[in-house]
């Protein structure tokens, strides 16, 4: 008789990943210890490495996690640039801006991302591309590859926006932020942006 039923080891691996996504948008992936996540998610130590390798195991695989449902909620937008203006504007809105635990892991934890691991920055670069495509889906319907170069500047200043409002104590310039960043976005996914070329590898 298995240790463990298919369905709650399956259970508690999701639990552990919805904890430390949280624990680590909120304080950080290194100020985020294995003992003190697994206490938050009422588990074990021992259980950790049931599901888990490594932390950087863990890591990566949150990110994908938390990356995979942002995609799920960029699915359910309007089309065409309404859907991309309702993004905006509940991405880049006070309550996100306060609530980083809940959020956007690109807001969150880009800085700490950039020093991990292979897996984890890949896991990154693939989350991170579906939400490109969604987005450029709605700025080109008809051709989204014609959209991609907006696309990635849209999200990226999207991130920016939100990391640098977080990043002030003046209240009044952390709202002026989030107001003029919709209002860039916008103006940055109604209009043609220059192609960029990929650039060559040294010779």
Do not use: W
């Not at 934890?109 to 292979?118: F, M, S, V």
């Not at 591309?129 to 696309?151: C, F, K, N, W, Y």
């Amino acid at each position: 008789m298995a240790r463990y039923d298919p369905a709650r080891k399956e259970s508690t691996r999701r639990r552990i990943l919805e904890t430390a996504g949280r624990l680590f948008k909120q304080n950080g992936i290194d100020g985020t210890g294995i003992a003190a996540l697994m206490a938050d998610a009422g588990l074990t130590n021992g259980a950790f490495y049931t599901h888990f390798r490594s932390k950087e195991e863990l890591v990566a695989a949150v990110i994908a996690e938390e990356l995979r449902v942002q995609a799920t909620t960029f699915t359910s937008l309007a089309p065409g640039i309404a859907g991309i203006e309702g993004l905006l504007r509940t991405y880049l809105s006070v309550q996100h801006r306060d609530h980083r635990e809940a959020g956007c892991p690109s807001a969150a934890l880009l800085d700490e991302i950039g020093r991990c691991g292979d897996s984890t920055r890949d896991a990154y670069a693939k989350g991170a591309s579906v939400l490109i495509e969604q987005i450029a889906s709605r700025l080109a319907p008809e051709d989204p590859a014609t959209a991609r170069g907006r696309a990635l500047s849209v999200l990226a200043l999207m991130a920016g926006s939100l990391q640098l409002s977080r990043a002030v104590a003046d209240p009044r310039l952390s709202d002026e932020i989030l107001d003029q960043g919709v209002a860039n976005a916008l103006a940055l996914a109604s209009n043609d942006a220059p192609v960029v070329r990929p650039r060559q590898a040294d010779v």
